[in-house]
């Protein structure tokens, strides 16, 4: 029997010393349980993606020095792990260490480098040569990372024809809705095709825009789930396998460490010779813990512990509250209110009873003092001209201003509250509601913004969001009368033809033909378009999606091609 | 004798119609001249780089409609033009098409594809098999497509073995500074290292934060340079070759077009007879129109004409109204000035002054009742706090506020004023002085900020810039007495490490060795680092070095790499 242990850590990108105080920690508890080898995701010592650090040296020498000092403590386990490898001619390759008896024992290299979508692997990584076959305990494994096992009838399969008897595939693979069955469905074909036990590490945590989900799993050569991690948190997944029958025991046991980084608390989540299988989640609760993730990871990371967001009693304002209270608590979140003529008492009552229902704290700022000295500065200027969408964007920025000398006076990371929907088609003032640190559901849809809405106060005794935000009719409420879908269109249908260009990449002649609205087709692809510019300057945000508007849409701003 | 003319043009991404249209009029006008081959840049049917627009199958079938359309109008000459093709699997190339007869009578695809520094191009397209070998009027003729003939020793060279009597190599190449020489350097190489004739076309034009210099050039097979385009300009350069001597004459005619593409006036350069060698440029003059053809060609690009800017009386703004008043004539720039109470008498004076020499039209909009009723309306939550970061900010985005309300109201693309030294440290405020369209000179070091100006000044009868302006200590001056030195370190040395630091990718130990005082060295380095979210949310601008924060510098957000 062969005890091996899956350990889905969150690793934090550049922090070399933190990461491996984090592996250590990781495989000293794995060996405490038992296990006999520890196996880390890809990158685990230096995080994912570490991007442009890639292109200095000292960095690239600095994770190789923290490999081989991490190296010499581990002796009486083996140890898998992701780092950056650096070879001949300045090269350097995302590689996987074998790590035991105080030394480095083996080394693969990535062969399957990806550059679409988020991934700029080819921008740094040269391609590996090695079979990433190695033998711990007697047991041959077959050591891949990401990508080499989703291209088909590559790196894995050769491992296979070599006898392998696990395969092993260290990950980064970021989150997007419902990515977690499509892994799972791929591990299951490639343990079948191979007639191989695989065992799937995957990071977890957030890094920028990037959220990674964990749900490492374990699946036998006859394609069955033996065990899953849960999805956003860490874990520490085991099982014991008989290299003899290649069969693995569904009763290995399974641990647990709490999801928060910061600090790591152990937990053991079962008993000894039990099996773990996290539960599926639904969409929406799926969704929901990524954006949490997310935001708080991108807040801690970077040295927040408290957020402050501008709540407008509309229903984007009220999910991002939400999310902040699960992320922070409810005493680390400060809600600022910021009134104008034009808001409702409606809608300023519902922000008030947003912020008791969650308990955070509220401050209301009118801004029309403010807006005032504004008209009459520029009144010279503005002299006999209507009002319209200078004045509007002024009333924006003013809360933009606002909030941004809030977080300079008392500290804290300022949450934007727009939803991809309003980036999409540019519904949204640049420098105004854009302004904050972390827009965290830039890529959720307003429908979608809706539904996990609704799901939120599903899960709490009483509603958290009020009935009222979910019923009436979402308006940016810059002046009197407006309303968000007499402008841009219903937005059942607006997010369906955003998602066909966007993430479908389809043409507005394809989308026309799938029954749209013809005249809203065309004017929402302009709008798209038109905007870049904004998107530009977002801050940025979880990506929930196949095509967020981050590293996977890299559209010019200057663009003359009309659809 | 084979008659051939490299037309260095300006495209514009996406503007297939607008493409198509000028590569057919530079076509008539070179047939007119006796051109019997006609050349155009990589890409110049769809322009460079078109980035995701790639991943829409419709734009890469529009784009081969569009290559189609035009090969019916070439019949008495040949074109070689840069397009898109696409082939089985959905795979893309970036291609070059010899049309004539009617027809398309070759495709070549590019074998090398660059993916480092700005470039993606692994990210969208396949690589190609065939030789680019191709028959003009009996001549061979190797056809490569840029960094084609910078990879030393692959397709250029089988295309010399292959007996092409001369190298083809059209190309979209990014400005940086000296790149010219660099480029020139390289062909010399390759057409000595073949006994080639060198031609290489290189587009012309700006491309959100790329400019393309253009410098067309012809090398003879013995190295020496027979011909350059004009950089920065449109231009046809001509040349006649005898295929069976290998001589090429350098007494063909040479043309030169109108360097605004709105419109495209044909003039003549030189007669026929007369060899065309444009000058280089010094470094100052070629940086210095390098950022008049970026902000005019992103303005005209994005259907701007006319364009305004805050001027502090500072030597940032002022540069950056010279380059408007080039890009766009001075009755299309308005200057904004907009005093605080920290702004001394001398500053407001200068910018008066700037704009009177410019013949500019100068607001002056005073900010301090504005800046009076935030106070007022935030002193019940900062009571008995000292003033400090958030107020000076305020004021900052005040300004902000009023230049995009001035833009909202009366149209024109607001142009931001920060150079590289303070985008690099963060000296500057976000959603305050970084709002606007364009960031002329964010790729600009400080210390090279006052090289430009002077630079500027030297080749008007009169100074434009006030010499007041070049002589006093800079300050933001949003608080008294502040100077940037005091709180940044001398410009001369802190421009000196971040170039280290940032182009030279250099860790902070060796920028000490060189002989930096280590304090700022560190001080420096930890500012860069920690003021990434700042450069994420900036607006584009010229690049001009080696290393510009955009598409060259992808570095993380979150990132506990401690140099």
Redesign the interface.
Known sequence: MLKIALAQINS?????A?NTRKILQYAAQAQKEGAELVVFPELALC?Y?????L?????VA?NIKALDALSKKINDVTVIAGFVDSGAGGKIYNAAAVVGKGKILDIFHKKELP??GVF?E??YFSLGQNSGITMVKGVKIGINICEDIWINGAVYQEQARAGAQILINISSSPYQAGKLKLRQELLVGRAKETKTHVMYVNTVG???ELVFDGGSMIISPSGDLIARARQFEEHLLMAALNPDTRRCSPKGPVFSLSQSPFPTVLRQAQGPGESFIAPLLDEAEEVYKALVLGTR??AF??GFKKVALGVSGGVDSALVACIACDAFGSRNVTAISMPSPFNSKATRQDARQLAKNLKIEL?E???K??F???L???AP??AN?PS????E??QA??R???L???A??FGGLILTTGNKSEMAVGYCT??GDM?G?YAVIKDVFKTKVYELARFRNSISREPLIPESILFRAPSAELKLGQTDEETLGPYEDLDKILMAYIEG?A?P??IVASGKDEKLVWRTIRLVDMNE?KR?????GVKITSCAFGKD???????????
Chains 1, 2 share one sequence.
């Open positions: 934090t990108v550049g922090d070399l933190g995080g993606p570490p991007e442009d650090l292109l200095k040296k000292h960095f600095d550059n679409y700029d080819k921008r957030g890094q920028d990871d991108y990371k970077n401050k700022i009118p801004i003092r403010i005032s000295s504004y009459k500065t520029m200027y503005f001209m319209g969408i200078a004045e964007n002024i920025r003013i933009g201003n606002i941004m000398a809030m300079n006076k640049l420098y302004s640190g990449h043409s002649q394809d510019y530009r300057q977002a801050p940025p849409w890299r559209l010019p701003i200057t663009n003359r091609y009309r659809e």
